[in-house]
């Protein structure tokens, strides 16, 4: 029982790393939506560290998502609060849709963390 305890705080205490470049992605991705304002170019972004970050850690590959998309819309607000660059009404409400690709890039990186995983042990 005790054993058990300890793996699973020490999981908890190794994904957070993770957790921090998942809001760095991002705060990445809603930067280049506000300088570039490109909703395609943000959700390639999305997608691809929704990718790394299923690959990371496959388990629950939602949660990788909810992260990144979160921090979009907060960049895109925080630059609407500080800067003189204004991201319009439309680009604002891209940004919630943004996230949408990270869906098919998490369970994408997840399933191919298992690919990978089955192929070197021989299945």
Do not use: H
């Not at 170019?41 to 990371?56: E, N």
């Not at 500080?82 to 991201?87: F, Q």
Request: proline fraction near 5%; glycine fraction near 10%; include cysteine.
């Amino acid at each position: 029982m005790r054993v058990q305890a300890m793996n699973s705080t020490s999981v908890k205490q190794n994904d957070a790393p993770l957790y921090v470049l998942a809001a760095l992605c991002g705060v990445g991705a809603g930067w280049a939506d506000v300088v570039v304002n490109d909703l395609l170019f943000t959700a390639l972004l999305v997608l691809a560290s929704c990718m790394l970050l299923g690959l990371l850690r496959p388990r629950w590959p939602w949660r990788w998502v909810v992260v990144v998309g979160v921090f979009i819309p907060f960049t895109e607000l925080a630059a609407y609060l500080i800067s003189t660059v204004k991201p319009t009404r439309a680009q604002i409400y891209g940004s919630f849709l943004a996230s949408l690709p990270g869906i098919a890039g998490a369970y994408g990186g997840s399933f191919m963390r298992g690919v990978v995983r089955n192929l070197r042990q021989g299945r």
